[in-house]
């Protein structure tokens, strides 16, 4: 097959999984919705994500229209200054920045609003199906997870191919500007999961901490209890925190992930075309294809999600998610043979044709993002070391149970260091043995190699995203039961199916973290592409190294380290102020209303969702604010070298931090879980559970966890991301 | 006067202030100790004390010999690789680094222990002083910490000197290459002082953890008191920690950077020799003269620490901590003038004379530490809006109380890097103004500015040292007070001086945080100095910038973020080891001796201690290891290039995470204690004091703070500075 022919998988792929998205709403749509209790309930939770998702995404629009024009400005006037006058810059540039980013937003916000949707009226359905079978319902689980799953990814590639095709992609006269003439969209993606995740995760950790405190610490009601006015709240947040809110976070990874492949694509295309291999554009679509391959491996997939009754529902989402690695390896393989043909030229190593470096590099990332789904497990799993060691802290009290999970936390970067350190050396040495060598003697290929990896990567996304979904649904669907006071069976059915969805959600996050610190080092390179591309128009000197001993740099580099931390002081603060606004709500309705707690008089539910709504949005826009600011007052003072240091130190220091947050945030989560299904035992042989002192001190650690794991992480990898988005559209400010 | 007359002032302010730290040794010796009740605890902590010294540096002496030995094997195997028979190498630099090394380590050890034995016979002067009079408490607090402030930078001094002149200093001919034949004994230093603050560390907060909770938590007795078999250990341990492992921190400190301004020294040294300036040797001489001068400016300070009865002590530490600043200021001025003698030359900016420069760079270094000691005081004094804040949220239980501090402790970093990132500019900027460019266009000037500015802000290390030793003191002195139930108005003066002791040790903290990030840069610099002094002898092209976007590079980076965790991950859980075995023996002494909690028998005080001295030195061995080894892998397997970025990106990370853990435990102590001192009202105006939840929850916070403020965050101070010494002694092993 030809590489041009293979190209048209991109929009056909892209398609097909939307239309996939849609058969499997209609089929999850069209299940049964239970009991007349079940579906009050869960048309109470409709009505709250509906209000949150309307007041969320008209806040984010009306931010989205001020970014894009101010973006397309500050382009159009500064890529006029010095610059002669070929290819696109100053004015159309800026518009055509200015559309990309407005794009980017809306594609997100589109994909992000759909699956909120579908996802919370699958909870029901899940709940309904617990009635009758463990197998149904972890099916309409996933398959209302997936619709989320492939409509961010095929909305991704969709936009991404879009907006590349109109920007002359498809002429090969104007392919090698085109992937830097999109990056506005990569902006525009990241500039929305930055709001989307920081709302999200401050509304679900406000809920669920503020209407705690209430309910169950002063009112002594159980979680999840009907008397609660912040119960509402809390289920939604499920919703909006982990679907729309990791739904964005992973739409952004694939949208800007994908152009920083395609603009290093274009360095290999320069080769290709010098050294008259056949259609070396294929070497800039070659992203696209693989994450079309992803796509369609992920619909297979699907179908593998069954099993027996008595069968460990994780087993299920496992072997899916095998089956989605395995086609990955062969649409990888099919795709490196057929897009990278070098005309028989061949690598230094082993004097193996190209392709095969770059197969090899691809099946480096794939095995990076199996090892993490496994790591993740190991330290946040209830039945290994980790979580053990903390809940035997919780023996002697809370101070002790903190102490240890945050050792916990600290550890948990060895083995990530590592692993992303090995990923990045290895997909790094096999691309530079593959002869991309440029006629100046510039070797391409190890960069390159890193690209492809992160490729391979991300080609589960879909996979992934559909199992980080399943997490909230199954979450709601057990709120549900237990609000509707379901049967004891579907009660005990919804259990597990959360139990599961605690640990892929914790997955996600350790695979987002995994992407983001790859692509790092690739959107790293492409800021310095196209760095270089405006200092070599300009007639400057270009940038050959970015020098940690230049004290610019340095500094940029220590006030990045500083904003991981002080990003994530601020969302962590904004949590605690958007409870307090909860807890003096849920207070007031219960001094108000005596009714509720003998259930003669129904709570408020809508108000609390509505209070929640406006506080979470407010608190987000102080963190927003700094995480979007802080580069273009660093490049603007300290140029754009400094900018590449911080974009560096940024991603490593945000990595490392988001990696202690979310795995020490899960362990501690696990550890009260562990507890709580009767595991520690005291010297004596006695139970510890559920009331113990121990257990009380696990509950601290759970609480403290809750807003470090599913609010600052989470954040991080947006702002990780952001940065690199942020400093490769704004290129242009930071250089005088 | 001429600079080589100014020189003597080295040796001389060396000396006298080596006899002013045993006068005042004497001074303190010969007073008042009090009841016999008050002699008995203190010959108990003392023999505590004794023991963990001997034991400690038995050990450390041990290692450090196996260091030494190793390292000039290791120098003396690989420079004598392809290299020419010029200068020192081979063999003989082998055996002077190793010389150096021991020199370094056996200053570091005798500064450490000297001062420990004045410490805590300082401790019943200060209790017995204080049932007569504040001022004369505090004043032989202030003498008694003085002895270790003299002592460690004077030995520091007087080492670094006398290595310096052993290799060739004072002669012309060799003085361009001593700076670089003395790093040896930065090692040696760091070495000693890793250890130090480690095995301290972990000894003191699992001896305070361990004992409150079979104490506190289990029996119900009071802290400290008598019938606590740990209470001996816990009060030995505030010697160990804070006096023996801070003195060692800035030991190293004020040798390891001075070596390092030395080295960058030569730069100006070739500079002034080419332009005829007279005494250009003075350049390297330069940073021992600026510390001569502050050792003499503390001298006189000592004197002005007095005051009223009814004085707030603090006041008195301040006054003579700025007596020190000004003092120095006035140093300052005349180092510069007479040392920086250029014959005329004039700098860029204002074309005034090159020293006014480098005077105005100094000044910035001590408006640095100024401004960390109240930046410090902000956040961890009870009185601010940050401690408030993690007081009030208490009312809601330990984990908001937990979530609270740790967003105040990520705050932190934000002004800390503000202010750093602000010095090095304004002190790099200042230096790059003063005309000191070589014939072939280096301008030296800005490197030197900023290393001007770390000698500056070291210059008032010997009183804050003394502040810093302050804490234990008083601290002891509380315990003694209580211990012997001393007069209920002795009682009050040592609980003033107590809560005075906290603040002047996380002062203490900050600057050494400070100076760390500061001396970062100058260290890095002298690393690439010496690599390329070795690739020029190699024949090889030189290294013109520490390239982030070189994938080793990065990969280093990476693995320099993560070790900072990693390493604070095992120092924490090393407390909780080791306060288990604190835990299981006096749990045993309650069980197998009834007649302790009747005061008919006497816990057995000295098996507890020895308990945690084995164990402490025992859990010291793994960080310490990890500490070591890590960047000499990294160098074998990436190379020196790569090495430099671990040491850059390690540094930043290690301040910032230091950061977070100092003050945000800080803030968690002083919250507690705002509690405990009526502070807090629930929203009735009713007071929550000492027994209320809100006391128990912030009880959490400072028990969680412990091992972060006192073991965690002073040992990664060392860590980042070894990497700075280990990398620049073995910088010949990373060259390939």
Redesign the interface.
């Known amino acids: 097959m030809d590489a041009s022919t293979l190209q048209l998988i991109i929009p056909i792929a892209g398609v097909v999984a939307v239309l996939f998205a849609m058969y499997l709403a209609r089929d999850v749509l069209a299940r049964d919705t239970g009991t007349q209790a079940m579906q009050d309930v869960a048309g109470t939770i409709f009505e709250g994500a509906v209000a949150f998702i309307r007041r969320q995404y008209t806040t984010i629009a009306i931010l989205a229209v001020v970014g894009a024009v101010g973006v397309g400005i500050l382009i159009a006037a500064f890529e006029t200054k010095d610059v002669a006058d070929t290819d696109v810059f100053g004015t159309e540039l800026g518009i055509r920045t200015g559309i990309a980013f407005l794009v980017g937003a809306v594609c997100s916000m589109a994909s992000g609003i759909i699956g909120m949707f579908i996802s919370v009226r699958s909870n029901v359905r899940t709940a309904a199906a617990a009635r009758r079978s463990l197998v149904e319902a972890v099916q309409v689980a996933m398959r209302g997870g997936a619709v989320s799953g492939f409509l961010v990814v095929s909305l991704s590639l969709l936009g991404v191919y879009g907006m590349f095709v109109a920007f002359g992609g498809l002429n090969p006269e104007t392919v090698r500007q085109a992937p830097f003439l999109i990056v506005g969209y990569g902006f525009g993606a990241s500039f929305v999961a930055l709001f989307a995740q920081l709302g999200g995760g401050i509304y679900t950790k406000a809920a669920d901490?503020g209407s705690d405190?209430v309910g169950k610490?002063e009112k002594g009601i159980p979680e999840d209890d009907p008397r609660n006015a912040g119960v509402v709240a809390d289920l939604v947040g499920d919703n909006v925190g982990d679907c729309a809110g990791r739904g964005a976070d992973l739409f952004e990874s694939t949208a800007a992930e994908n152009i920083g492949a395609m603009i290093l694509g274009v360095g290999a295309f320069v080769i290709a075309q010098a050294a008259g291999w056949p259609n070396p554009s294929a070497w800039i679509f070659f992203p696209l294809v693989v994450r079309a391959f992803g796509l369609l491996a992920t619909i297979v997939a699907i179908f593998f999600v069954r099993g027996s009754e008595t069968e460990n529902p994780m087993n299920m989402l496992n072997r899916g998610y095998w089956v989605t690695t395995l086609l990955s390896v062969v649409g990888l393989g099919i795709t490196t043979y057929v897009m990278m043909n070098t005309n028989g030229a061949i690598g230094d190593f082993l004097k193996l044709p190209t392709w095969m470096y770059f197969f090899a590099a691809g099946i480096v990332g794939l095995a990076t993002s199996v090892a993490f789904v496994y790591i993740t497990q190991f330290y946040t799993a209830g039945s290994y070391r980790p979580v053990r060691e903390i809940a035997e802290?919780s023996k002697?009290?809370?101070?002790?149970n903190?102490?240890?999970g945050?050792?916990?936390?600290?550890?948990t970067?060895?083995v990530?260091?590592?692993t992303?350190?090995v990923a990045?050396?290895a997909s790094?040495w096999l691309g530079g043995q593959a002869g991309l060598v440029s006629a100046d003697g510039r070797n391409v290929g190890?960069?390159f190699g890193?690209a492809v990896a992160t490729m391979g990567m991300l080609m589960t996304t879909a996979y992934i995203l559909a199992m980080d979904t399943f997490g909230p649904i199954t979450d709601n669907a057990g709120g549900i039961a237990e609000f509707s006071r379901a049967e004891k069976g579907a009660r005990e059915i919804t259990d597990r199916l959360d139990a599961v969805g605690n640990t892929t959600k914790a997955l996600t996050k350790g695979y987002a973290i995994a992407s983001a610190?790859l692509a790092a080092?690739l959107l790293?390179?492409a800021y310095?592409d196209k760095v270089n591309l405006i200092l070599a128009r300009q007639g400057k000197p270009l940038m050959?190294?970015?020098?940690?001993?230049?004290?610019?740099?340095?500094?940029a580099?220590?006030?990045a380290?500083?904003l991981v931390?002080?990003f994530?002081?601020l969302a962590?603060?904004a949590?605690?102020t958007t409870a307090q606004s909860i807890?003096v709500e849920v207070r007031r309705q219960f001094r108000e209303m005596p009714g509720i707690m003998d259930y003669s008089q129904r709570p408020d539910y809508a108000r609390v969702v509505d209070i929640t709504t406006k506080a979470a949005l407010r608190q987000m826009v102080a963190p927003g604010l700094v995480a979007v600011a802080t580069p273009v007052i660093v490049g603007l003072l300290l140029g754009y070298e400094a900018v590449?240091?911080m974009l560096?130190?940024g991603t490593?220091?945000g990595?490392?931090l988001a990696t202690?947050l979310n795995n020490g945030g899960g362990a501690w989560d696990n550890a009260k879980k562990y507890i709580e299904s009767g595991h520690l035992k005291d010297a004596d042989g006695n139970v510890l559970g559920k009331g113990s002192d121990a257990h009380a001190a696990a509950?601290?650690g759970d609480?403290?966890g809750d807003?470090?794991k599913d609010t600052a992480g989470p954040s991080l990898h947006v702002l990780v991301k952001l940065l690199a988005t942020i400093t490769l559209v704004l290129a242009p400010l930071f250089i005088r």
């Open positions: 901490v405190l610490v802290a002697t009290g809370p101070a002790t903190i102490i240890s945050t050792a916990v936390g600290f550890e970067t060895f990530t260091a590592i992303i350190g990045l050396f790094h190890g960069i890193t610190s080092f790293f390179s310095i050959e190294s970015v020098n940690l001993a230049n004290v610019d740099v340095f500094i580099a220590l006030i380290a500083m931390y002080f994530s002081s962590i603060r949590v605690g807890i590449a240091g560096m130190v490593i220091a990595v490392m202690v509950v601290v609480t403290v807003p470090f």
